[in-house]
Structure formats: C-alpha cells, structure tokens
C-alpha cells in the first residue's frame, strides 16, 4: 500500500502543470508587423537593432588590437555582409563553400577583399575559381604538405604566384600541421618557390576551447584551454621567426578565434600572436550561442510561419478515446496549432507557453521532415492564438535563415525591407 501511495504521489509530482500561452511584448510587435506586412506568409526575421548592437559588442570587444574577419558560412546573404563590413569597416571575409566564393566575387570588387579560406579546398576548385576575376586575391588555406603540392603544381602551370595561409593544428585536432617538423616542410617549399607561393599567414581555430569535458571549476579550465591554444600558436610562428625577418611576420595574419571564442582575446592580448579574429554566428545570437547574452549580444535572427488551424480539443488517431487522459495528463497539449510551413531548424520561442508535441513529432528535439506541410505544437487553453497569429522560433545556427528565399528586415516594430539569402549550394 506505501509503495501504491508513493507511486500515486510521484506521478502526481511530475504532472505538467498548466501554463498560459501568450504573447511577450516583444513577440507581440513582431506578430503584429508580420500580419500587417505579410499575412499568411512563412519568413525569416532579422531584427536590425539586436544586430547593430551585437556588431557594436564585438568592435568594442577587438578594440585597436584585433582585426575583424566575418565569417561568411554563418551568414548566408550577400546583403548581410555588405552591411556588417560596412558597419564594421572591414574588408576581410573567412570563405568555405567553392559556390558562395564565386558570389563573393561577383557581388563585390575582388581587389578590395581579403578572403582567407576557413578551409582547404581541393586544387581542382582552385582551377575553378580561376575562371572567375580576383581568384588570385584569395589566400588558399593549406593543411598538408601534399595538398600544398598539389597547388604549386597548379601555379607553375598557370605561372601564377598564389597566397597561402597555413592551417596549423592547436588542439582541435580537425587537421592542419599538426608539429613544427611538418609545419617546416611546408615552409622550406614555399621558401624554395618565391614566384609562385606567398606565405600571407596562419590560421589555428580554436573551437574546442568552450568544451572542456572534466573540470572543477569551469572557468579556470577554459582559460587554460585558451592558454594552451596561445602557447602551441606561439611555437608555430617562433618557427616563422627563425626563417623570416620582423618586417614581413609583421605583415602576417594570424587568424583564430571564434564567435565562443573571441572575447578571451582581449583579456589574453599579452601572450597571443594572433591579430585576426573570426566572427560570423555571434553577430546573428542564434540559439546555440546564447551564452553570448552573458556578454551582451541580443538574439537577431527568428524564423516564423503563421497558424492556419486551431483545434481547441485535440485527439489522437486510433487513440481518440485516450485523448482526454493525455489532454488531462498534461494539460499544455490540449489545444494543437498546424503552421503552413515548419521543420525550422530552430527553437519555438513566442508566444510564450507554446511547445512540441511529443504524440505528433517524430523527434521532440526537431524534425526529421524538414519541409513538412502542416507542423503541428500545442498549448493549453489559455491562450491569445488565433489563426493567422505567427509562430516564431529562434534559428539554432545562422544559416537557418536559408530555409527562406529572403529575410524580412525588422527594426524598432516595423518590418523597413528584405534581404536576399544566399542562392548557391555548398
């Protein structure tokens, strides 16, 4: 009988309570912009005040020390470069996709960027690339003695001379010259072929640094993570020192950091070499990087699509009659709202109250259909929904806003315009 009655208790313990499903004021704007601008459509949002101001974070963050190198991966439209290098006075963009460099090229004057690979590219898209004006301008990441090889083949059958940037590895262990010894291979090539091969720098990414996985206190662990980082940067160009004078290190661009990463550097400035720092997601704040919020930024990017069905009472095919002990069980599922579009690839965050349902989804955690036509999320009934009222989610990552053609500019309440997003591939 105890052990009925502590069950009894237990099941009661855990039993969702009821939450109200509304509107925060915020959300509440945006909805209605979004019905007032276009009703009935799916759309992606960026707010431009919560991207000026996360621009405005990480400028005052770098300071005179850093340069800003906007990742472009991150940030799929050639409009929302244009505005962030505008704003953020630099011309320098970390590129990865053979497609999307193309863009660059075309959209922009090739002579005024300097586009550094975030990751190497076979030769072959190389040879590619060079039917396209401003190629030569690129600085060609290189993290094997084979592949720099392989562009060097390259350049002496074009008698071009190319840029390379060398990957070095200082913790990710995701590839790149893992010890000085093969790191000075590839300087002696590039040494022994001046007209072809131009050393214009490193890069060393530092994205494992956030992710320590045993630690006591936390903070102290990441921070000598972050040391180390500096410490295995510095011996690769201590090598450099070695091979070429003041002057021309001090023309070098030693690329790292990251949008978890970059405001160590600040703190660190006195033992890094680096003096290029990558940005792209934190600029946008999506959902897997809110603990920039810690540090100041504002989420920038939402996706939305609005209800065309409420059903106040649902049920559950071939389960109708255990319908009403499910709704009771866990009264936030009672009332279902089917979206014209959905499988975002981001968190429903307004209104408020609204959720997943698990008897619907095949996986509570996203979806496995990602261009379902009618997604489903429930409520209780209490709630401000109505048809036509917009479901918005916060995008996981920046390139979310890819499930849309463009992007709906939204300041101060009021949707002021469109960007384009990115039209290529990977």
């Known amino acids: 009988l105890l052990v009925l009655v502590l069950g009894i208790a237990y099941l009661w313990y855990i039993k ?15 909805n209605a912009a979004l019905k007032q601008y276009r009703p009935g459509a799916s759309a992606g949002i960026i707010d431009l005040d919560s991207l000026d101001n996360n ?11 850093f340069k800003l190198r906007i990742v472009t991966k991150s940030l799929p439209s050639l409009d929302l470069l244009r505005y962030l290098m505008e704003k953020g006075n630099t011309n320098r963009l970390m590129v990865f996709s053979e497609p999307y460099i193309a863009e660059i090229l075309k959209a922009f004057n090739p002579d005024s960027l300097d586009l550094l690979l975030g990751k190497p590219l076979p030769a072959d898209a190389m040879e590619r690339l060079s039917a396209d004006s401003g190629w030569s ?6 993290d094997t003695k084979e592949r720099l090889n392989k562009y060097l083949e390259f350049a002496k059958k074009r008698n071009a001379k190319i840029r390379i940037s060398l990957e070095i590895d200082v913790g990710l262990h995701r590839g790149g010259f ?33 992710y320590v996985p045993f630690y006591i206190n936390k ?28 002057t021309f290190i001090n023309s070098l661009t030693f690329n790292g950091g990251g949008s978890k990463t970059y405001f160590y550097y600040p703190r ?7 003096n290029d720092i990558a940005m792209g997601s934190g600029f946008l704040s999506p959902f897997n990087f809110s603990e920039l919020e810690n540090i100041g930024h504002h989420a920038a990017l939402f996706l939305s699509s609005p209800v065309i069905k409420k059903i106040n009472v649902s049920e559950l095919p071939h389960a109708e009659k255990l319908s009403p002990l499910v709704n009771w069980w866990n009264p936030n599922l009672k009332v279902s709202y089917y979206m014209l579009g959905g499988g975002w690839p981001g968190v429903p965050v307004a209104p408020k109250g609204i959720q997943r349902n698990p008897f619907w989804d095949e996986n509570a955690e996203g979806y496995s259909n990602l261009l379902p036509n009618q997604s489903i999320l429930s409520s209780s009934d209490e709630n401000d929904v109505q048809v ?16 849309f053609k463009k992007v709906l500019l939204y300041r101060q309440g009021k949707i002021t315009g469109e960007w384009n997003t990115y039209d290529g591939g990977n």
């Open 268 to 274: 660190f400035k006195n033992i890094t070499p680096i």
């Open 178 to 210: 893992i010890d000085i010894p093969s790191f000075a291979q590839a300087l002696d090539i590039i040494m022994a072929n001046p007209q072809y091969l131009q050393l214009t720098g490193l890069m060393g990414y530092d994205g494992h640094v956030p």
């Open 55 to 65: 621009e405005q974070v990480v400028l005052k963050q770098l300071g005179n020390d």
């Open 137 to 142: 301008n690129i600085n060609w990441l290189i």
């Open 388 to 403: 036509g009222d917009f479901v918005i989610s916060q995008a996981w990552e920046g390139d979310g806003m890819l499930v």
């Open 219 to 246: 903070q102290k662990a990441v921070d000598r993570a972050f040391v180390s980082v500096q410490k295995l940067y510095t011996a690769f160009v201590d090598e450099l020192r070695k091979r070429y004078d003041t």
């Open 16 to 30: 969702p309570a009821k939450i109200s499903c509304a509107y925060q004021p915020y959300f509440a704007q945006m």
